[in-house]
């Protein structure tokens, strides 16, 4: 079984540029997350999606940060403008509600680098 | 809310003895899932093992194991017989279990160093 795909794997770009970033997560998985992870800090989730739907977008900083999940599958996530402070890594993970408990399946993730 | 905490930044363990990662929580929910993912220099956050709050057995996993103290909060892994390729960052994660897809809370990490 293949697993979450993320792309780019890196990205350096200069501030206010930007930039997007695509997940197409593991076959079938119904929930679809957006993870920020600052270096030296665990994930912060930015956004979850329950097929196209968002569930969860609180901590999105809807000014600049924005995602899509149109067909219910794939996702991207894009930042205009980019700040220095949006240098981090963005994870996607996904799953799968068994009625008892849903882990969470990461991808690689990509590594932005803003300057 | 929901809280993590890693109290131990980093360790140094010897090749193919035992290590314990400490993890305690903080939450109000009754019914919670308790996570450990383990991140490689590579950056992928790998899944360990988890243990629901229900269970009345520590969860293991081949070398993992996770030492659930209920009543004290705590959720430590265990990795025996440790191996070169253990050396990475692991994070103690949970999330309310009340439907599908409540998010993780992450705790801070501990970095571990497997000396040959």
């Known amino acids: 079984e293949a697993g979450v795909a993320q792309s780019p794997r890196y990205k350096i770009i200069e501030k206010r540029q930007s930039v997007a970033f695509w997940c197409n997560p593991i076959?079938?998985?119904?929930?679809l997350y957006w993870y920020q992870q600052i270096l030296g800090q665990g994930p912060k989730l930015l956004i979850q999606f329950q097929n196209n739907g968002v569930v969860d977008d609180s901590q999105l900083p809807k000014d600049r940060f924005s995602a899509e999940r149109l067909k219910g599958v794939d996702s991207t996530l894009k930042i205009q403008p980019a700040k220095l402070e949006d240098s981090a890594v963005y994870l996607c993970?996904?799953?799968?509600?068994?009625?008892?408990?849903?882990?969470?399946?990461f991808g690689p993730g990509t590594r932005l680098t803003v300057l | 809310a929901q809280k993590i905490t890693q109290t131990q930044p980093g360790m140094f363990v010897q090749e193919k003895e035992a290590v314990t990662l400490d993890c305690t929580y903080d939450?109000?929910?009754?019914?919670?899932?308790l996570f450990w993912y383990k991140q490689p220099s590579s950056g992928e956050m790998i899944f360990l093992i988890y243990q629901g709050s229900y269970d009345e057995q520590n969860a293991t996993e081949g070398r993992y194991s996770l030492n659930f103290q209920k009543a004290r909060k705590s959720a430590n892994l265990v990795i025996s017989a440790s191996q070169l390729g253990d050396s990475a960052m692991y994070f103690c994660?949970?999330?309310?279990?009340?439907?599908?897809?409540?998010?993780?809370?992450f705790g801070g990490g501990t970095r571990v160093l497997v000396k040959p």
């Open positions: 939450t109000s929910d009754q019914s919670y899932g």
């Open positions: 076959s079938g998985h119904a929930t």
């Open positions: 993970a996904s799953s799968f509600w068994t009625g008892g408990t849903d882990t969470q399946y």
């Open positions: 994660a949970m999330r309310p279990i009340k439907a599908a897809g409540n998010k993780l809370t």
